[in-house]
């Protein structure tokens, strides 16, 4: 059973609107992430978080922003939303450096 | 550059047909590697991990190997079920900063047919 909770599982949404995608954990581990993926392709990391307020990029550009202000809690925002922002997005969370990642079931984005 | 190869990038199998999946890597060191399954529509779902060359682990069906350049993921008699996006991932540091991320591969696309 999933501990680690994406809403919406689906969005459709016009090109210039702003948009918050939810991720929730109750496993209580401080490494928190933001994945975008899109079919056949590698996942790819786009911020994380190790703990309370604090927030990195990752290696894919991102016009996203994120936060981390509780640490079950890790949103993801789009403050213009644009065809190509059209993807999946997965997010995930670790305990420990070498522990393994869990995965939420993503919200799939499709822009206008 | 750090870069996961997997292949094949699809098989199709009968059921009860043996395979492996492959998964080659070049990093700068590695600390770990893990292996996913995906279901459609689902956030990819842990199998193993594996540290060191020659270490081996087993669930069910599957057997993960791993060596200093590749991993494989057996599958042994494989039955419709096992029908999934399979994904490798590397991590090349246990400690913080973006080399304690992990590296994914595109994955394999496993079809497993009655």
């Known amino acids: 059973e999933a501990d680690i909770y994406q809403t919406p599982r689906y969005l459709v949404i016009g090109t210039g609107k702003k948009i918050t995608l939810e991720c929730s954990q109750t496993m209580g581990h401080d490494k928190m992430y933001w994945y975008q993926q899109d079919p056949g392709m590698e996942l790819h990391l786009i911020h994380y978080s190790y703990g309370v307020n604090s927030t990195e990029k990752g290696d894919l550009s991102s016009e996203s922003t994120v936060s981390r202000i509780r640490t079950e809690h890790f949103p993801l925002t789009l403050e213009s939303a644009r065809p190509s922002h059209t993807s999946q997005y997965l997010c995930?969370?670790?305990?420990?450096?070498?522990?393994?990642?869990?995965f939420g079931n993503g919200t799939r984005l499709t822009v206008t | 550059e750090d870069q996961v190869t997997q292949s094949p990038e699809a098989l199709r199998l009968q059921e009860g047909e043996s395979s492996s999946l492959n998964c080659s890597y070049t990093?700068?060191?590695?600390?770990?590697l893990f292996w996913y399954r995906q279901d459609p529509g689902k956030g990819p779902e842990f199998l193993f991990t594996l540290y060191s060359a020659g270490e081996e682990k087993e669930k069910e069906r599957l057997k993960a190997t791993l060596t200093k350049k590749e991993s494989f993921l057996h599958i042994t008699a494989p039955k419709p079920e096992d029908s999934a996006t399979y994904l490798c991932a590397v991590q090349i540091s246990w400690y913080g900063g973006s080399q304690g991320n992990l590296i994914f591969g595109k994955g394999t696309k496993l079809s497993v047919k009655p």
């Open positions: 990093v700068s060191g590695l600390r770990g």
């Open positions: 995930a969370s670790r305990q420990g450096g070498d522990s393994p990642l869990h």
